[in-house]
């Protein structure tokens, strides 16, 4: 792996920022191409949603919404192993997100003075999980999983249809996608992806036996480019999580890391794609150098080594050297990775100083591959360095705050002269007056009440 040495040095963090190692995807350069996807959609719907289906993926489904049959039968013929496993994924997502429900405050500014903060489930929400270099049952599991508790009541999943000429689910979603969706009690799933996928969620359309496929109010998943592109389109129409980039891992590590693991967990993350990112900050050359040696004996093994050979000698990863724990928390908060272990003595005080990451995992025993499946965190988390000022995917997500006013007559008495002042001090008259108003007395707002 590439290195970048900052030992004797010490960057601020806007030079940390230029420095260090960042991919990333142009989304602006695919724009051009996704509008007018988008643009066809909007305004002929599912007709043009297959078009662009057939064209791109080579398919074209008999219909959009995959049967219930399908889902039904994709289950009973699941791996048993596959189906423990994300039995065990779903009850421990669901245990860590029914924790983060939130619950209606009010707050009582006087006497007949009140403002409660209401939350507010999303009323429909189109999940999209992606179909290309692997299969993700464990994305259905992690944007399922917080919409039904924030009490989503519409929940759609689009996916991309696969070849399966002599099989039973030929133009349909992945089999083990639609597993998982009939697991967590999804009965709607689109046989629709990328671009095209996204837009029909934001815009709808008609399916080919007449039924409605409606449209969202919000689409969350991760994607390709074209995918980003298009739910940043689909912003002026529909809410969205984030726009995800390349997935990343960053390595806190000192001299008590284990090679062996540092390599394993920095090859897993490249195992994603040719752009994923791997980093290592390090105060130990020793360590660097035994991860190198690392590296190469599992590459030999690693099933998608190409793939992860141009991820890991990108230009996103890299080895980086500090001097001291205190730097390194420097770089890492800086650099503010979707995943970051601390692989160092006194792993959990080091966690609690890292102010930026998408999700923190502690110790030689928290690998990133568990938070992906097993943990119960959630792994739609934010790529890019966004860490620095948002949050991964959660309950909190599909939840809108709503506050609810509700004042007496009095107690609007009593803010009156207030609300007037400063409606004047804004040069905005006719908002004091909507409260003069309401208790008669001199015709200009700013001569008092009553």
């Not at 039973?168 to 697991?183: S, Y």
């Not at 908002?431 to 108003?437: L, P």
């Amino acid at each position: 792996m590439p290195r970048i040495d900052l030992r004797g040095k010490t960057p601020t963090v806007a030079g940390l920022r230029a420095v260090l190692p960042r991919g990333g995807v142009d989304v602006d350069s695919v724009l051009p191409t996704v509008r007018p996807i988008v643009d066809a959609i909007a305004e002929r719907g599912t007709e043009a949603a297959l078009e662009f289906g057939e064209r791109f993926d080579g398919l074209r489904p008999a219909a959009v919404r995959v049967p219930a049959a399908s889902l039904t039968a994709a289950l009973a013929t699941l791996d048993p192993a596959v189906r423990a496993a994300l039995e065990v994924a779903i009850e421990r997502t669901r245990a860590v997100h029914g924790d983060q429900r939130r619950t209606d405050t009010t707050t009582t500014l006087g006497p007949g003075a009140t403002v409660t903060e209401r939350w507010v489930p999303v009323d429909r929400v189109g999940l999209y999980v992606p179909g290309g270099n692997a299969v993700y049952p464990s994305s259905v599991v992690m944007n399922v999983v917080p919409a039904q508790i924030a009490g989503v009541e519409s929940l759609v999943i689009a996916s991309p249809p696969q070849s399966d000429p002599d099989g039973p689910f030929h133009g349909l979603p992945h089999p083990t996608i639609l597993a998982a969706a009939e697991l967590l009690g999804v009965d709607e799933v689109w046989a629709v992806g990328g671009a095209q996928g996204v837009a029909l969620l934001a815009y709808g359309g008609t399916d080919t036996d007449g039924a409605e496929l409606a449209p969202v109010d919000m689409i969350t998943g991760p994607g390709n480019i074209y995918v980003t592109a298009a739910k940043r389109i689909c912003r002026s129409q529909v809410g969205i999580d984030s726009e995800a980039g390349p997935t990343e891992i960053a390595v806190l590590a000192d001299h008590s890391a284990d090679a062996v693991h540092v390599a394993a967990d920095l090859i897993s993350q490249a195992e994603h794609d040719e752009m994923a990112a791997s980093v290592l900050v390090t105060t130990s050359p020793d360590l660097a150098d035994a991860t190198d040696v690392e590296l190469a004996a599992q590459l030999a093994t690693t099933v998608h080594r190409e793939r992860v050979t141009t991820a890991l000698t990108g230009r996103q990863s890299a080895i980086v050297l500090v001097d001291d724990i205190d730097t390194g928390i420097r770089v890492v908060n800086a650099y503010a990775a979707e995943h970051l272990e601390i692989q160092t003595v006194d792993a959990a005080a080091v966690a609690g100083r890292i102010r930026s990451a998408g999700a923190i995992f502690v110790g030689a025993f928290s690998p990133v591959s568990l938070g992906d499946y097993c943990a119960g965190s959630n792994h739609v988390l934010p790529t890019a360095g966004c860490a620095r000022h948002s949050s991964g995917l959660s309950v909190q997500t599909f939840l809108r705050g709503i506050h609810v006013v509700n004042y007496g007559e009095a107690a609007l008495k009593d803010v009156a002269e207030h609300v007037i002042a400063l409606a004047n001090a804004e040069n905005l008259p006719a908002h004091g007056e909507a409260v003069r108003r309401r208790f008669g007395g001199p015709e200009r707002s700013d001569a008092g009440i009553g």
